[in-house]
């Protein structure tokens, strides 16, 4: 698993790019979005991922929890080999001691 793979030859950059180890022409590429809502652009835009130059098989854009997810792009992404994934969970605040002694 790579994070923020970049191809040169396309001028593109993903957050996510991931081979298996058994069968190396399976390929995962990912996009993490962090939007009030998902449109039908993130979608194209991991969709393009899937051809040249990363040729994955698969597709995954990770939100956070609270972001909306209409109907009509969770079925282009089902279409498209594309799972979104919603990550939840807060942050823990540290205190300004704690950013500074690392506690």
């Known amino acids: 698993m790579q994070t923020q793979k970049h191809s040169s ?3 593109k950059r993903l957050d996510f790019f991931g081979v298996s180890k058994r069968n190396p022409k399976k390929r995962i590429v990912g996009d993490a979005k962090h939007v009030k809502e998902l449109t039908m652009e993130h979608v194209k835009q991991v969709r393009s991922y899937n ?3 990363f040729f994955a098989q698969k597709g995954v854009i990770v939100v956070k929890k609270s972001t909306e997810v209409p109907k009509d792009m ?3 992404a ?3 080999n ?3 994934v ?3 969970g807060k942050r823990k605040r540290k205190s ?3 950013n500074l002694f690392g506690i």
Do not use: N, Q, W
């Open 9 to 11: 030859s396309a001028g």
């Open 51 to 53: 051809g040249y130059p």
């Open 74 to 76: 969770r079925e282009a």
């Open 78 to 80: 089902r279409d498209s």
């Open 82 to 84: 594309i799972k979104i």
């Open 86 to 88: 919603r990550m939840g």
């Open 96 to 98: 300004i001691l704690g």
